[in-house]
């Protein structure tokens, strides 16, 4: 569910048709990192959330964040650490002893045609270093927690940001057994390190280096309709930690999609 969209009402139609568990994507344990994604969403907003939540009967609550992202420091990992006790806390106080609290942790993975198309993948080493970091935190048997297989996350970043060298790549890796990777107990990441020094693709190249504003990209073929330009000037404001209101309730941001923004509008008059 949407943090800044849940209500009573939804809440309670909800129920209607199944009550399970609920679950919210703060992503990010602090302001100053809420700032850098451009997601306008504080911690009062989820507590307020997962405390109406609780009130009208819930008592499973996922929470979903990312590590890795562009100018993460040791305090973001301590806020998304606190933020899950907080939330156990207040678990507790409201629904007692059958409260549980699910948490998903995953690497964040640079994608094309956003703003962060410029910057890193963050080595495994470190990602497995904050993982462990938090698992050790969080105990508790009100808490749940996933984290995903690192190396797995090398991969899909190389697929998210590969060029065409890497087609290669994926047909050896295929023809070598890569055919269900998506599940941890078919992933093979030897026979896709492999497939990577068979074709001579240094993975270091498309996941550790920053990219400079002209590089031309292999995504650039495509045409999504938001400027490249604008994607870069959001890249500058989030290592300022500058926030673009959205622009559904305000001004017009200038993304390229004013015509398509336009006709939306339209509609919903």
């Known amino acids: 569910m949407r943090i800044d969209s849940f209500s009573i009402q939804l809440a309670r139609l909800s129920q209607r048709v199944r009550k399970t568990g609920l679950t919210f994507a703060p992503e990010v344990g602090s302001e100053r990192l ?36 562009p100018t993460e420091c040791q305090e973001d990992i301590e806020g998304i650490i606190n933020l899950i006790k907080k939330v156990e806390r207040l678990g507790k106080d409201i629904a007692g002893k059958k409260f549980s609290l699910n948490v998903s942790i995953n690497a964040f993975i ?67 057994g890569c055919k269900f990777d998506s599940w941890r107990e078919y992933f093979k990441f030897d ?16 996941l550790y280096r920053e990219r400079e504003k002209e590089e031309i990209f292999p995504w650039d073929i495509i045409d999504c309709g938001v400027k490249k330009d604008f994607l870069w ?14 622009c559904r309730f305000t001004d017009c941001c200038g993304c390229g999609l004013q015509e398509e923004c336009k006709k939306v509008k339209e509609v919903q008059e």
């Open 34 to 69: 809420n700032r850098v994604v451009n997601k306008n969403i504080s911690e009062n907003d989820l507590l307020n959330t997962v405390n109406l939540a609780l009130t009208e009967g819930w008592k499973r609550i996922k929470l979903y964040f990312m590590i890795g992202l």
């Open 110 to 176: 640079p994608k094309s045609h956003t703003p962060f198309q410029w910057t890193t993948q963050e080595e495994e080493n470190k990602l497995n270093e904050k993982f462990n970091y938090i698992a050790k935190n969080i105990r508790s048997k009100h808490i749940s927690y996933s984290f995903p297989d690192t190396k797995m996350s090398i991969i899909e970043a190389l697929l998210a940001r590969g060029d065409r060298r890497i087609c290669k790549v994926i047909e050896d890796a295929y023809k070598a």
């Open 191 to 206: 026979k896709w390190e492999e497939t990577l020094k068979k074709n001579n693709a240094d993975i270091s190249f498309y």
């Open 233 to 246: 000037s959001e890249w500058q404001k989030a290592l300022k930690e500058i926030v673009t209101e959205d």
